[in-house]
Every structure is written in C-alpha cells, then in structure tokens.
C-alpha cells in the first residue's frame, strides 16, 4: 500500500514571504527516498487554532504527518501543544530529555543562571511519544502513532533540521517497509533541463525499476536514479548499469555523483589532487574564493584571492596595464589572460582564475549585460571562455560565471577537452 503523507510547516514567516519555506523541501525528498507520496502540503502561520485545524485535517487524510518549526521555547512555538490538542493527548516533561537539555545548559556555560521554564517546555512532548535527540539545537522533535496516523514533529532552522531528517527521521522511514528505497544523484554542468530529459526520454519511459527523474537546479541539472529491493546491495546492482548508461549518453557534461554541486566536487578534486588555486575577481566580487572556502580542507587548496572590482584597483593591485584596459575594455580577453596569469603568479599557486564582466544593470557600450570572460591560467597557458549570460539578472550572471570557472578547473584538472580561447 502507498503510504499518504502531508508536511505542515508551522511559522507566519513563512506566510509573509521572509522566510523561504526550504523544510518543506527537504523533507518531501526524503520521503520520495522511501516511496512516500507527498499529498499534500499545509503552510500555517503561528496560531493555535489554525495549527488544530491543520493538524484535524491532515489526520484525516493522510498515513503520515511530519511537522516542522514551532517546537523553541519563545512563546510562538506553540506546535506540540495544537498537536497533542488535535489527538487528545496531554503534554509531558521527557526526563531524559530535561537532563540532556541541563547538561547543554551547563556546557554552554550558562552556570550563574538556571535553565529558565521557556526553555524546559521544549522537553515537554506529547505522552506516549519517542523523543528525537536534537544534537543541531536546544529543541528536540518527536515521534507518535495515533489514530493510525503516524506523527514526526521537527524544529523548524534548516541547519537543525537537515541532519535530524538524516540521522533521526530515515530511521524511522526505513523501518516502514520490507525492503529499501536507493538512490543516487548524477550532476551535469553544460547541458540544460529541457535538452537532457529530451534525450534520456525514451530511456526514461522504458524504465519501471529503477527508475530515472531529471531536475533543474541553479546553474546545473540533475538526474536521480532510484531502485527498489530487498537489499541495499541489490538495489545497487540495479542502478549500475542504469548509471553506466546515462553517464555514457552524457559523456563529460555528467560530472560527478551524489555531490552538493560543481563548487564542492571541483575544490574535492583539487585537494584530492594536491593542487593550489588563487582567484582574481571582478564582477563575481568574491563569490568564486566563498564558494571554495565554504568546503572544509579549503586551506589546502585556496593560497588566496582578490577582489579588483575597478580598473584602478586591477592596475594597482596585479599590475595589470592600465593602458591595455584602455586599450581593450575592463570587460575583454586580453584582461581576463592578464587576470588569470598574474594572480597565479602574485600567489605562487598551480591555478589562477580570472573573472571579468557585467552583471548589469548597466553595460559598457561595447557589450551586452551579461557578458563575462572567465580565465584559467596554468604553467602551459591561459583558456578563456567567453559567455553571455543576458536576461538573467545579476546575481545568476555572478553564480553562472563562478559555475564556469569550477567547470574549467575540473576540466583542466582531469585532462578533459577545455572549450574557450588559448593564450600560450
């Protein structure tokens, strides 16, 4: 049987628009994980009444209800109390938790107060119902059947919800069936959405187990491949000849699998390769060396990196003639070569990246917004790539002109074909 599910997503933040509802998200792909069909989708703001009738309504519909946010000691975290309400249960202090939650307390070196009674009444959970250890936050979240519905409650920050839907939800979802749900990810830079499903479409339809679904993601697209099975081990042999063929059809556009993106696999490779990079930046602003340092083991990768947002501070700061941005344009081949070679050698790395151009709203007169040169300097020359990236607003035109220079990196580094121009 299909299990039914419904996420409710507690928090009038996310009503009025300030707070980007991602929990919702997040927990909807992991129940995909084990064939759980998410049904429905409720957001409510912070109110008790509301929040009972969500709750009233979604047990009569669904197998499973999972919650998020609503669970922290301020007094709009009123979500256990409108659940355990909605299913006629009383609220009760878990004591282990309590001692966990005091111990925290004293760790964090809150000695000259006591733990105060907001704080305690994120341990008091619905009687009857498993406590789920929050290692991320202060608030735990919890589980319980009733009524034949099945209810997990989960704080609402996403850097405390994600591993809890890792380390405490997949558990509990694993333990609804027989068998096991796989999954794995193939990521592809170069190749859009619609392009990619056009070509595995037929493939796609022919498939009933595994499965293949593509997804757009920002600057990249994806494809899942799922299998169902007895065993791990069974569902992995599956999707291997699934993942050998896709792979093949794509060819270097396929990049990697089951990463977080291009930035987090190209900064993997170089560490895994013991190379060094330095960055020189325009119109990205240091987004290209953030997205670097945002990996963990970066110090062994990034030897450094500038900003030289304006024609004074390119001159002043890498040399780069100021009569050849005159000459040539900021926003130009030539400067971009110059960018790229001189941060190398400024920084005595293995790489240097260069990126110049208009993110807009304004242009230059010569070329369109949008238009970037992202540059790749090692000891036997330069490769430029020139993009235009119009119609995208500035912050894509940033994040797609970063995209590129991780793709050409992990080109390089792979000593795969590298599209762009060549400047021994």
Not at 35 to 43: D, E, K, L
Request: with cysteine; glycine share 10%.
């Amino acid at each position: 049987m299909t299990l039914k599910a419904e996420i409710i997503s507690v928090g009038t933040e996310l009503l009025l628009g300030t707070t980007i509802n991602s929990d919702a998200a997040d927990v909807a792909l992991l129940l995909s994980e084990y064939g759980i069909n998410v049904y429905w989708q409720t957001v409510v703001g912070d109110n008790p009444g509301r929040v009972i009738e969500a709750v009233q309504r979604a047990k009569s519909r669904a197998d499973i209800i999972i919650t998020t946010g609503g669970l922290g000691p301020t007094c709009d975290d009123l979500t256990k109390n409108a659940i355990a309400e909605a299913f006629g249960l009383s609220l009760v202090l878990n004591e282990e938790e309590e001692r966990w939650l005091r111990n925290l307390w004293r760790e964090r070196h809150y000695t000259s107060l006591d733990i105060t009674p907001n704080n305690l009444q994120q341990v008091m959970l619905p009687e009857g119902s498993t406590a789920l250890r929050n290692d991320w936050g202060t608030a735990p979240g919890c589980a319980f059947r009733a009524e034949g519905v099945l209810v997990i409650m989960l704080p609402g920050p996403p850097k405390e919800i994600r591993p809890m839907l890792e380390h405490r939800v997949r558990p509990i979802l694993a333990s609804l069936s027989d068998g096991i749900i796989a999954s794995h990810t193939i990521h592809f830079f170069g190749i859009g959405e619609s392009e990619m499903e056009y070509q595995l479409r037929d493939y796609m339809n022919s498939l009933t187990n595994p499965t293949l679904a593509p997804y757009a993601k920002q600057a990249e697209c994806l494809v899942r491949v799922t299998a169902s099975a007895h065993t791990r081990e069974e569902a992995e042999t599956m999707m291997a000849p699934v993942i050998e063929r896709v792979r093949g059809m794509f060819g270097d556009l396929a990049y990697g699998m089951d990463t977080t993106g291009l930035p987090e696999f190209t900064t993997k490779l170089m560490l895994e390769k013991g190379v060094t990079l330095a960055t020189a930046e325009s119109c990205t602003g240091g987004e290209l060396a953030k997205a670097v340092t945002d990996i963990p083991g970066a110090s062994a990768v990034l030897k450094g990196g500038v900003v030289v947002y304006t024609n004074e501070a390119k001159t002043r700061l890498l040399g780069v003639p100021a009569r050849l941005i005159e000459e040539k344009g900021a926003v130009s081949y030539e400067v971009a070569v110059e960018l790229a070679h001189r941060v190398r050698e400024l920084m005595g790395s293995d790489y240097g990246v260069g990126v110049t151009g208009l993110a807009g709203p304004d242009g230059d007169g010569v070329h369109e917004v949008g238009t970037v040169f992202i540059s790749l300097a090692d000891s036997e020359g330069v490769w430029v790539r020139e993009k235009h990236l119009s119609r995208r607003g500035r912050e894509n035109v940033r994040l797609y002109a970063c995209q590129n220079a991780f793709d050409m990196l992990r080109r390089r580094i792979a000593g795969l074909d590298l599209e762009g121009k060549v400047f021994p």
